[in-house]
C-alpha cells in the first residue's frame, strides 16, 4: 500500500487505514493467495474473495457499502464510515476493520441481521481461520 493509496483512501472515503492493517498489506501472507476455495468450476484464491490483496478491489467494494440513500443498519442507517470493507463472502455479507481502532480486529457484517459482529481478534487470526475454512472446505467437499 502505497503512500498515494493511503491518501486517496483517506481523500475518497474518509477513513486513515490504522498501521496494523497497512504493515499487514504490505507484507501479505502468500498463503492467501496460495489457498483456493474448489468450487469445481472455478478455483478462488482467499485473496480474490474474503481477504483481499487487491487494493483496487477493496476500493470497488467500500464505494458499494457507501452508496447513498442504502439501508445497511437495523435503524435504517447507511454503512458506518469508521467500517473498512477487506474483503466479503459473495453472499451479501462483508469483512471490515474498525478505522477508529489500531487493534487488527475483524468484524464480520451479516446483512440477514443488519449488524456488525467480531469475527476475528486480529488480521493474523482472520487470515489463518479464512485458510482453514477454505482447506476443511475442499476437504469435506472432494469428489
Request: charged content about 30%.
Amino acid at each position: 500500500m502505497t503512500n498515494d493509496y493511503l491518501e486517496d483512501v483517506r481523500r475518497e472515503f474518509g477513513v486513515s487505514l490504522p498501521a496494523s492493517f497497512v504493515a499487514f498489506m504490505q507484507d501479505y501472507p502468500s498463503e492467501l493467495e496460495t489457498t483456493k476455495l474448489n468450487l469445481g468450476w472455478c478455483q478462488e484464491a482467499v485473496s480474490e474473495r474474503y481477504f483481499l490483496k487487491s487494493p483496487d478491489r477493496i476500493a470497488e467494494l467500500n464505494r458499494i457499502v457507501r452508496t447513498p440513500g442504502v439501508s445497511w443498519l437495523e435503524d435504517g442507517n447507511g454503512w458506518p464510515t469508521r467500517f473498512f470493507v477487506i474483503g466479503d463472502d459473495d453472499c451479501g455479507n462483508y469483512f471490515a476493520i474498525d478505522t477508529e481502532t489500531d487493534t487488527g480486529a475483524v468484524h464480520f457484517y451479516d446483512h440477514e441481521v443488519a449488524s456488525f459482529a467480531l469475527r476475528a481478534g486480529s488480521l493474523r487470526a482472520f487470515a489463518d481461520e479464512m485458510i482453514e475454512e477454505t482447506l476443511d472446505f475442499n476437504r469435506e467437499n472432494k469428489g
